[in-house]
């Protein structure tokens, strides 16, 4: 018996000296080095807020999964320097809140605020998307993509894109590369505050299916990037309700001699001559357009009965 206390210490000094093992991913309590091409956040316990997730995938794209709700609340998501793509999905309702995604190759959003007070940057010269799947998706987000290659968000719901901000790459006068994207048929989604960065202008951002008018917003334009304006100043202007274009059509942003080639407004408020009851409005031939990307012919009905007939 004299030997058994000495076979305990034995065993206790051991397991001081060997390591315990550990998840090998985590280099600190809030860090994690993401070393595989999936992860997943919100399953058997494993709650991703308030860290920051690196993914260093050697082999290609990284894939986060946020599943749960808050799953990946006050989250930071980066490339390392192996990836070349980051892909993201948020899977539930506020799922990805408050977060600071960078380097974005592609965002879904699925539930309700899953986005709220998230802001988002795509990765330099790389085509960017950011898709809004539900109703509120992606509300009150800010999507940076003024250093990507293009910019894509969809809004596939009504309000899906609530009161967001968007920076989009500069363009060129015959192409837009941001473009904002809804589904024929949605009922019109009215911002409260809706913000468009956009280096030349209107004549950098298109909208493809997307019947939204903003109560109060700003479109901001300018800046080094902005080769098509005849300064780098910075610029902005209110957004007209209705419109996508500034309420000052001598802004800067809107006011440009190649934009305005194309650009065509009927504006009818019903007061005297802006009254366009039972008037007959004619407008430009599209196919005369020189660049068709943007909308040749706008008409706005401000009250009632203010387009009756016409």
Not at 70 to 94: D, H, K, M, Q
Not at 136 to 149: A, E, F, H, R, T
Not at 276 to 295: F, G, M, S, V
Request: hydrophobic share 25%.
């Amino acid at each position: 018996m004299t030997g058994f206390p000495n076979i305990l210490i034995l065993i206790v000094l051991l397991i001081s000296i060997i390591p315990i093992k550990t998840q090998s991913n985590d280099t600190s309590n809030n860090t994690v080095n993401i070393t595989s091409s999936f992860y997943y956040c919100g399953e058997e316990d494993n709650q991703c807020q308030n860290k920051e997730l690196i993914c260093n995938f050697e082999y290609g794209s990284c894939q986060i999964y946020c599943q749960t709700e808050r799953s990946c609340e006050n989250t930071t998501i980066t490339l390392g320097p192996n990836p070349s793509w980051l892909n993201v999905y948020c899977n539930a309702n506020e799922s990805c809140i408050n977060a600071q995604i960078t380097e974005l190759g592609t965002l879904t959003a699925i539930g309700e605020n899953t986005l709220n007070g998230t802001t988002i940057t795509c990765q330099d010269g790389k085509g960017c998307t950011v898709s809004c799947q539900d109703t509120l998706s992606c509300s009150n987000s800010v999507i940076d993509g003024k250093s990507s290659g293009s910019l894509n968000v969809e809004c596939k719901k009504h309000q899906s894109c609530l009161d967001m901000t968007i920076k989009c790459p500069p363009g060129a006068k015959n192409a837009a590369y941001c473009s904002i994207t809804g589904t024929k048929g949605n009922q019109v989604t009215v911002h409260n505050a809706f913000s468009i960065h956009a280096p030349n202008g209107w004549g950098d951002i298109k909208f493809i299916d997307y019947t939204a008018y903003t109560l109060s917003g700003k479109m901001r334009c300018g800046g080094n990037n902005s080769f098509l304006l005849p300064t780098n100043e910075r610029y902005s202007c209110d957004i007209q309700y209705g419109i996508w274009d500034c309420k000052n059509i001598s802004s800067p942003c809107s006011n440009q001699t190649w934009l305005a080639l194309d650009t065509e407004y009927h504006i009818c408020d019903g007061i005297g001559i802006d009254s366009c009851n039972d008037r007959e409005i004619e407008c430009q031939d599209p196919t005369e357009l020189q660049y068709a990307h943007w909308p040749g012919c706008n008409l706005l009905c401000i009250g009632d009965n203010t387009c009756q007939n016409t």
